[in-house]
Nanobody, 124 residues
Framework: LQLVESGGGLVQPGGSLRLSCAASGFTLDGYNIGWFRQAPEKEREGVSCLAKQDFTTYYSDSVKGRFTISRDNAQNVVYLQMDNVEPGDTGIYYC??????????????????WGQGTQVTVSP
């Protein structure tokens, strides 16, 4: 069971990136999915999560209105569209798939299958 992130890189403030997370060994449609990030010297935090059953979505206050989570079950891929990025978005981004999660509009608690992470750097 594996998740592999891609799409990270260096982007200027105000720019866009689309992160992808491809699953192998299992199908994502049976799982809740999420994106977390870890900035230097900070704890890992939830960025966005998507529930499998009712499609409830969570966005952290810092990314609300700028990031969009989505899934393509046919391709077995999860995406995080990042628009109007800011320097505070810099960090390593991880995707996670979990069958047992707490996802609501104001909270996301997940643990399960994690990817290895992809670096996002927002800098002029």
């Amino acid at each position: 069971l594996q998740l592999v992130e891609s799409g990270g890189g260096l982007v200027q403030p105000g720019g866009s990136l689309r992160l992808s997370c491809a699953a192998s060994g299992f199908t994502l449609d049976g799982y809740n999915i999420g994106w977390f990030r870890q900035a230097p010297e900070k704890e890992r935090e939830g960025v966005s999560c998507l529930a499998k059953q009712d499609f409830t979505t969570y966005y952290s206050d810092s990314v609300k209105g700028r990031f969009t989570i989505s899934r393509d079950n046919a391709q077995n891929v999860v995406y995080l569209q990042m628009d109007n990025v800011e320097p505070g978005d810099t960090g390593i981004y991880y995707c996670v798939a979990s069958s047992a999660s707490i996802i609501a509009r104001n909270v996301c608690i997940m643990d399960g299958i994690w990817g290895q992470g992809t670096q996002v750097t927002v800098s002029p």
